[in-house]
């Protein structure tokens, strides 16, 4: 499974923050695949941490609250990913849906 093979690298010593928060937005992206929707959330939270201005951390992080059905929490993360990608039609999307 993908989500072990994530696992995996985030334990690995030496990562930087960097790449630690893409090991965990994909971890996350895993997680939404797999509907642990929770999961998916707090891998969302730590890669936005590590990396505040990593623009997937907050389109993961939409994804994970609007499959929680915490709407308001989703678009107000999505608007967050717009604003750092303006020209981005694939969150458009997701925002309005």
Same mark, same amino acid.
């Given at each position: 499974m993908a989500a072990t093979k994530y696992t995996d690298a985030i334990t690995l010593?030496?990562?930087? &923050?960097? &790449?630690?928060?893409?090991?965990?937005? #994909? +971890?996350? %992206?895993?997680?939404?695949k797999l509907g642990k929707y929770a999961q998916a959330l707090e891998d969302a939270k730590l890669s936005? +941490?590590?990396n505040? &201005?990593?623009l997937k951390a907050y389109? +993961? %992080?939409g994804k994970a609250y609007e499959s929680l059905e915490k709407y308001d929490k989703a678009i107000k993360n999505f608007d967050k990913a717009l604003s750092l990608d303006m020209n #981005? &039609?694939?969150i458009r999307q997701m925002r309005s849906d």
């Amino acid at each position: 499974m993908a989500a072990t093979k994530y696992t995996d690298a985030i334990t690995l010593p030496g990562i930087s &923050d960097g &790449d630690l928060s893409v090991l965990h937005s #994909n +971890r996350s %992206l895993c997680y939404l695949k797999l509907g642990k929707y929770a999961q998916a959330l707090e891998d969302a939270k730590l890669s936005k +941490r590590l990396n505040p &201005d990593y623009l997937k951390a907050y389109i +993961r %992080l939409g994804k994970a609250y609007e499959s929680l059905e915490k709407y308001d929490k989703a678009i107000k993360n999505f608007d967050k990913a717009l604003s750092l990608d303006m020209n #981005n &039609d694939e969150i458009r999307q997701m925002r309005s849906d």
